[in-house]
């Protein structure tokens, strides 16, 4: 495998791109929606990598080697030496399941090993995505990406297939018997407050919560942060756990309905689910990640990660803020120097969890993929 990148900032590419590279057959390019829509930035993309689809997202965050910036583009090149890549892409209607089985169905194959996915961020249902996705795949196929994003604004977000597309989902296939892929998703939240049932809800519109309205207990609980709903409750996420299950989901709050006094997350929230509010814990936060990378090189068995990809949450990002680097860092320290990192914040993590293969949507974690063609 060779990997090339590069990022695009104060107006120029750093490093340089190269001339006319035809070995990539992949490039993984992440930024700032306006970037990603420079049809020059683009362009001068394609000139550099002839042969490569362009496939990645907006952030709230882009990650390359052990840095994190804000409004640049990252180019992640890659070219594999055995293994294949088919990229495939579709358009979120009325239903986040269907689009996600549509997705699976064009990438299915005897010798596909893993999908990459990334997803417009703000009007998909990442838990019904995941599990779209997961039903049209072959046994033993795992899945990880993550949600588009648009910093802390929640305006608009873009999904990038060769050209920007609104509403898209993008799904990388690698095939290949020679290609090992390992994966890890964790978080280090601190509960606060008392568990409360789900009452009501429907979908990852949250309604109730012991029977009152899920809007004015989240105020209470919130006091001052309150105000600055709804990109305050990025740093309260959700904790979800079914009765008599001690590990549960992260969900994170997106959108307030006033009128409604309901809240929307990015995934399902489960009548009869149990529900309790988080707070960062910043030495937690990057322990989270270490243990995530941990994780995600156990299954390469010996060989060393070449490639790295990190999807971490814009809620981590807001609360680490000048400590950002720290849980990347953390991350390049368990890897080693020779992977190459590239990955974004973003407004949902798509892995499964650990010790599992089906794929779900997290909130709040650092989730890694790590490839290695050794």
Request: aromatic share 6%.
């Amino acid at each position: 495998m060779n990997v090339s990148q590069h990022r695009f900032t104060g107006g120029t590419w750093g490093p340089s791109l190269p001339e006319p590279d035809p070995r990539a057959g992949l490039a993984l390019v992440f930024g700032s929606p306006a970037l990603l829509e420079d049809s020059g930035r683009l362009a001068e993309i394609r000139q550099a990598f002839p042969s490569a689809r362009l496939v990645g997202c907006s952030t709230a965050g882009e990650i390359l080697g052990a840095e994190v910036t804000d409004d640049t583009l990252t180019c992640t090149a890659i070219a594999f030496g055995e293994a294949r890549v088919r990229v495939a892409q579709t358009t979120i209607a009325e239903c986040s399941f269907l689009a996600g089985a549509e997705l699976a169905g064009a990438l299915a194959a005897d010798d596909l090993r893993h999908v990459l996915v990334f997803a417009e961020g703000l009007k998909v249902n990442g838990s019904q995505l995941a599990r779209g996705i997961q039903s049209r795949l072959p046994p033993g196929v795992t899945v990880t990406g993550g949600l588009s994003a648009d910093g802390d604004r929640f305006g608009r977000t873009v999904v990038l297939c060769d050209r920007p597309a609104d509403r898209g989902i993008v799904g990388v296939g690698l095939y290949g018997p020679g290609l090992r892929v390992g994966f890890g998703s964790l978080g280090g939240w601190d509960p606060f407050g008392p568990e409360r049932l789900v009452t009501r809800a429907t979908g990852n519109v949250l309604f109730e919560l012991d029977g009152e309205p899920a809007l004015d207990l989240y105020r209470r609980y919130l006091g001052e942060h309150a105000a600055g709903l709804p990109a305050s409750g990025l740093r309260f996420p959700l904790s979800l756990r079914s009765d008599g299950v001690e590990a549960g989901l992260v969900r994170t709050l997106l959108a307030i309905d006033e009128s409604a006094h309901s809240i929307t997350f990015a995934g399902d929230i489960p009548e009869g689910s149990l529900a309790r509010l988080m707070k960062a814990n910043f030495e937690r936060l990057i322990d989270g990640a270490t243990r995530a990378a941990e994780a995600s090189h156990a299954p390469l068995r010996g060989s060393r990660p070449e490639l790295a990809l990190l999807v971490s949450c814009v809620g981590r990002k807001l609360v680490l803020k000048q400590r950002v680097e720290e849980e990347v860092e953390s991350v390049r320290e368990v890897l080693g120097a020779a992977a190459a990192l590239t990955g974004f914040y973003s407004y949902g993590e798509l892995a499964p969890m650990l010790n599992e293969t089906s794929c779900q949507l997290h909130n709040q974690t650092m989730t890694i993929t790590t490839v290695s063609e050794n």
